[in-house]
């Protein structure tokens, strides 16, 4: 477990190093002395050492005791491109815009408040997904929504995002710690966890559907904490949205990780017993 440990305190050290060099670069192309830079490079290791206090005055050793991982762009992403797979399975029900304006149409939809609850997934999701698929496509036959919802619960449409996810994952539970998904998705997801054959990976998994709570919304990081039977700060999230996940795990009091920006693997957070 200290090594667990050991290695999430790397890792946050790279991401803060790699904020204050960001800096000292914008020094060198400013055309500043080498006297700057070095203040930048001097204040890299006094910005690690300084969170590494804080974190030790809070709780003693850097610890985090669960990782919490979004599904959707971070755990699991769609096969194919949405709107090929509209048009493809939508040709033979009369579906005409080009892929381009099914996208188009799409993005409005899903930024539209949805109206008819305030949660856009409700149980099995069908009223706001058939909504999606209608406004999208301008298609509202039954048999085509159908075709479609069932194929995203299939694993044919989804793949992992990290292919060293499920042996990365072991070391972290082999390390004690504990795993939970977070996710705002409809109750579809423990199936589709099911047919990726990951879903054993996991002590926990909290969708929005079932929690009555959405990302941002800190209550299903708080759930999934509390399921895991850990405390909030105890807990760090990864996920690919920084409202979603960066914000909403934050001011539920756990720990954030950009997922493509402050981690761009799950290597970069395991929880291995070296």
């Known amino acids: 477990m200290e090594a667990a440990r050991a290695k999430l305190t790397r890792v946050l050290s790279r991401i803060f190093i790699n904020n204050v060099n960001d ?16 203040k930048y490079s001097t204040s890299a290791a006094a910005v690690v050492k300084d969170y590494e206090d804080y974190r030790k005055s809070l709780y003693g050793d850097i610890t985090h005791k669960a990782l919490l991982v979004d599904a959707v762009g971070t755990l699991v992403a769609p096969s194919q491109p949405m709107a090929q ?5 939508g040709e033979k029900y009369g579906v005409e815009y080009s ?3 099914i996208l188009r149409r799409y993005r409005w939809a899903y930024g539209q408040p949805w109206g008819r609850s305030r949660l856009r997934y409700v149980n099995d999701g069908r009223p706001f997904w058939q909504y999606i698929v209608s406004s999208s496509t301008g298609c509202s036959d039954t048999q085509y929504f159908e075709e479609l919802y069932n194929y995203y619960t299939t694993e044919k449409a989804w793949h992992l995002c990290d292919p060293d996810a499920e042996k990365v994952f072991e070391a972290i539970k ?9 996710s705002n998705f409809d109750t579809r997801l423990r199936p589709l966890l099911r047919a990726l054959n990951c879903d054993h990976w996991f002590d926990v998994v909290a969708v929005s559907a079932e929690v009555a709570a959405e990302k941002p919304n800190p209550t299903i990081f708080l759930k999934a904490c509390e399921l895991l039977k850990v405390k909030p700060e105890d807990a760090v999230h990864v996920g690919d949205d920084r409202r979603n996940d960066i914000w909403g795990a ?19 957070v395991i929880f291995n017993n070296q």
């Open 23 to 38: 800096k000292a670069q914008r020094v060198m192309r400013s055309g500043s002395s080498f006297d700057g830079l070095a």
């Open 85 to 89: 797979i509209y048009k493809q399975m």
């Open 99 to 101: 892929e381009d304006e």
């Open 174 to 182: 082999k390390a004690g710690v504990k795993l939970a998904v977070v």
């Open 250 to 268: 934050r001011d539920a009091g756990c720990d954030a990780w950009l997922w493509g920006s402050d981690v761009h693997s799950f290597k970069e």
